[in-house]
């Protein structure tokens, strides 16, 4: 239900924007935001952005990168900037989405890759 895309490889101190879309009818969008996973390593939340609230970010990528929503798309973004190589991981968009014939329920996108070289 959920499509993300923008990963790539990208040298240290470069941006990326990764994108999330929902795919299928959907009626509505609470929470919604993107968690990473390192080699070896456990899912970390890195943002994310209530349908009314504030933003919440990792201490890690605070001033470096920025969670948004398109309220009427359904969608949400993550602008990296100044990358760092411990960024790198698989990136995963997640929400919480209305759905057709589902009602309310928890969604993970299928993740994309990024990769930062020093």
């Known amino acids: 239900q959920l499509q993300a895309s923008g990963g790539g490889l990208v040298q240290a101190g470069g941006s990326l924007r990764l994108a999330c879309a929902p795919s299928?009818?959907?009626?509505?969008?609470?929470?919604m935001g993107w968690y990473r996973q390192a080699p070896g390593k456990q899912r970390e939340l890195v943002a994310n952005?209530?349908?009314?609230?504030?933003?919440n970010y990792a201490e890690s990528v605070k001033g470096r990168f920025t969670i948004s929503r398109d309220a009427a798309k359904n969608t949400v973004t993550l602008q990296m900037n100044s990358l760092k190589p411990e960024d790198t991981g698989v990136y995963y968009c997640?929400?919480?989405?209305?759905?057709?014939?589902?009602?309310?329920?928890?969604?993970w996108g299928q993740g994309t890759q990024v990769t930062v070289s020093s």
């Open positions: 997640n929400a919480v989405l209305f759905a057709v014939g589902r009602g309310w329920a928890n969604y």
């Open positions: 299928g009818t959907i009626y509505g969008t609470r929470d």
């Open positions: 952005i209530p349908s009314g609230g504030n933003t």
